[in-house]
């Protein structure tokens, strides 16, 4: 008898982060086939054997090289060859992961085919509809069929838009089983040879800084007020800022300067970007995924946003939410400087082991 085959879509590199421990995971439960469909929905030159090696997965079966473009011209062309796919080769399910434009055109071209759609990383709502990224996560989840949540927060948002509780299923967090993997082979590997190793040498004490989302870097006053206090606390505790291109971009329209003492780096690689952050004294960001690694490894991390889709971090974890305000910043990292930064616990079945209870799920749903 043929093994229900799933179908693993990932559209961007965290994406495939979050779909490495379900490989592994599949490999070695053994009753599942799956095919891992990249859309192509970020191009990232550096996703080769090497990064996949890195995850230890295969390359993707399928690349459909959707590309950039607005919102709406790129869902559209991962709609249309998605489409293509499912009415040839339809699988047993379609598996999505966190909230891209990518999670939602798969989203509603299977169930349109009629195939069932799960969700991991479901039910996260920041409750701001400006964000993109929101409209994804309601839309999708409004179509799944089964729900993988990471954190109570995800199951009671589900059940309160009347979702099935037999459908909800909080299994922990994959990103974090990636995490942990990833943490065990960074302990194995030369890390002498990172271009951060140097900064890392000379700078016993340090912290990490991201910002990339358009309500910082697009608006002048914000990332304006935000660099002052990134200045501001570079005279305590010297930073480094691995720069997106349109950060870096919007910091020399804007004529931000940010001092001496924030060194300016390109984006790094997984690995390397793991060996800088977790042995620094603070992190401040305002990106998700880094709110819930560092409260997986007790670092403490100040996140430069109004909300949170991950309350858990800040209930649980060692996330601080300071908005914009420099002063805020400047206080909760400079607590962090002081010895005192937040440090929380780990949530409940952020144990490594999410993936193999979600393939162990779906292997009984599909079989039935």
Same mark, same amino acid.
């Given at each position: 008898?043929?093994?229900?085959?799933?179908?693993?879509?990932?559209?961007?590199?965290?994406?495939?982060?979050?779909?490495?421990?379900?490989?592994?995971?599949?490999?070695?439960?053994?009753?599942?086939?799956?095919?891992?469909?990249?859309?192509?929905?970020?191009?990232?030159?550096?996703?080769?054997?090497?990064?996949?090696?890195?995850?230890?997965?295969?390359?993707?079966?399928?690349?459909?090289?959707?590309?950039?473009?607005?919102?709406?011209?790129?869902?559209?062309?991962?709609?249309?060859?998605?489409?293509?796919?499912?009415?040839?080769?339809?699988?047993?399910?379609?598996?999505?992961?966190?909230?891209?434009?990518?999670?939602?055109?798969?989203?509603?071209?299977?169930?349109?085919?009629?195939?069932?759609?799960?969700?991991?990383?479901?039910?996260?709502?920041?409750?701001?509809?400006?964000?993109?990224?929101?409209?994804?996560?309601?839309?999708?989840?409004?179509?799944?069929?089964?729900?993988?949540?990471?954190?109570?927060?995800?199951?009671?948002?589900?059940?309160?838009?009347?979702?099935?509780?037999?459908?909800?299923?909080?299994?922990?967090?994959?990103?974090?089983?990636?995490?942990?993997?990833?943490?065990?082979?960074?302990?194995?590997?030369?890390?002498?040879?990172?271009?951060?190793?140097?900064?890392?040498?000379?700078?016993?004490?340090? @912290?990490?800084?991201?910002?990339? +989302?358009?309500?910082?870097?697009? &608006?002048?006053?914000?990332?304006? !007020? %935000?660099?002052?206090? /990134?200045?501001?606390?570079?005279?305590?505790?010297?930073?480094?800022?691995?720069?997106?291109?349109?950060?870096?971009?919007?910091?020399?329209?804007?004529?931000?300067?940010?001092?001496?003492?924030?060194?300016?780096?390109?984006?790094?690689?997984?690995?390397?970007?793991?060996?800088?952050?977790?042995?620094?004294?603070?992190?401040?960001?305002?990106?998700?995924?880094?709110?819930?690694?560092?409260?997986?490894?007790?670092?403490?991390?100040?996140?430069?946003?109004?909300?949170?889709?991950?309350?858990?971090?800040?209930?649980?974890?060692?996330?601080?939410?300071?908005?914009?305000?420099?002063?805020?910043?400047?206080?909760?990292?400079?607590?962090?400087?002081? @010895?005192?930064?937040?440090?929380? +616990?780990?949530?409940?079945?952020? &144990?490594?082991?999410?993936?193999? !209870? %979600?393939?162990?799920? /779906?292997?009984?749903?599909?079989?039935?």
């Amino acid at each position: 008898m043929d093994k229900p085959t799933i179908y693993l879509v990932a559209g961007a590199r965290p994406n495939f982060m979050k779909i490495a421990p379900i490989v592994r995971a599949l490999d070695a439960h053994g009753g599942l086939a799956y095919k891992i469909i990249h859309t192509g929905q970020h191009y990232d030159r550096d996703m080769n054997e090497v990064f996949f090696e890195e995850l230890g997965i295969p390359a993707p079966d399928l690349f459909m090289g959707a590309g950039g473009g607005s919102h709406a011209q790129q869902t559209a062309r991962i709609m249309t060859a998605f489409e293509e796919l499912c009415a040839t080769q339809p699988p047993a399910c379609v598996l999505v992961v966190g909230d891209v434009n990518s999670t939602l055109a798969c989203s509603i071209v299977a169930k349109k085919a009629c195939i069932p759609v799960a969700h991991v990383e479901a039910g996260l709502r920041s409750g701001d509809r400006r964000m993109p990224e929101e409209i994804n996560r309601l839309v999708t989840d409004a179509i799944s069929d089964w729900f993988f949540v990471t954190e109570p927060s995800g199951r009671a948002h589900l059940l309160r838009e009347g979702k099935d509780a037999q459908d909800v299923h909080y299994v922990g967090h994959v990103m974090v089983d990636n995490l942990l993997y990833q943490a065990a082979r960074l302990g194995q590997i030369e890390t002498e040879g990172f271009e951060t190793a140097a900064f890392k040498a000379a700078n016993p004490a340090y @912290g990490v800084v991201t910002l990339h +989302r358009p309500s910082n870097v697009d &608006d002048a006053a914000t990332f304006a !007020r %935000i660099g002052g206090a /990134l200045r501001r606390l570079s005279q305590r505790l010297p930073l480094i800022f691995p720069v997106h291109p349109r950060t870096r971009g919007n910091l020399e329209r804007f004529g931000i300067d940010l001092g001496e003492r924030v060194s300016l780096v390109g984006p790094r690689a997984y690995m390397e970007f793991l060996n800088l952050w977790k042995d620094a004294v603070v992190v401040l960001t305002d990106s998700g995924g880094l709110q819930e690694e560092t409260t997986a490894l007790g670092v403490p991390c100040v996140t430069i946003r109004e909300n949170t889709e991950r309350p858990v971090t800040i209930d649980q974890g060692t996330n601080v939410l300071v908005g914009t305000d420099a002063e805020r910043i400047v206080a909760e990292a400079s607590k962090a400087c002081d @010895g005192q930064g937040k440090c929380g +616990r780990k949530p409940d079945l952020w &144990d490594g082991r999410a993936a193999e !209870r %979600i393939v162990a799920i /779906l292997a009984g749903l599909l079989r039935a």
